[in-house]
């Protein structure tokens, strides 16, 4: 699994957990943005890449996708930020479970999950996950500060040497879902 696949489906893993909570159930449906960071080994390497990869651009080029990154809020200098925007439809909040989320995920890396403990404000999740072509990835999650309009993740990642630690924050942005990305 490459660096940009492993990261994508931690951040999928993040927003399924959070699905699985119950204190999450109370989320307004529609327009949400998740701001991520990321720290571990795979990381530096990649932001070191990326680095070498824009320097190497031509002025115009270089400028255009410091542009993009400022406007999407990621950067190359400093901890590594991401942030997506995702829908939550009334039938997504309904579902019980975080199947609907978890499908990409499990087709590519076959993940488990388990509520630890849970409470209105706070859920804690541990999940494993087994590479189809080999490995193994345990994930310990903490969902905090939960509400309505916003919540918050911690992650810890360990696995066949890209251990990662991921902190997110997400909020709703509105009712329609225009916009996500």
Known sequence: MTFG????????LSIACAAD??????????????????????????????R???ASMPPEKRARVEALMKQRGTGPGGAPVGQMRFCLTPE???EQSSSGYLKGLND????????LSES????????????????????DTRVYDISADH??????????????????KARWIGG??????
């Open 5 to 12: 696949k492993l990261l994508s489906s931690l951040v999928l």
């Open 21 to 50: 909570a119950q204190g999450l159930k109370q989320r307004k449906p529609g327009l949400w943005e998740l701001q991520y960071t990321a720290e571990g080994p795979a990381m530096q390497a990649e932001q070191e890449r990326f």
């Open 52 to 54: 070498n990869e824009l």
């Open 92 to 94: 997504d909040l309904a």
């Open 108 to 115: 590519e890396s076959n993940c488990k999950s388990k509520i």
């Open 120 to 139: 209105v404000s706070e859920v804690r999740i541990h999940a494993t996950c087994r590479n189809p072509k080999g490995g193994t990835r345990e994930v």
């Open 151 to 168: 919540y918050a993740v911690d992650m810890t990642s360990r696995g066949t040497g890209n251990d990662m630690h991921m902190q997110q």
């Open 176 to 181: 329609d879902c225009k916009g996500a990305f």
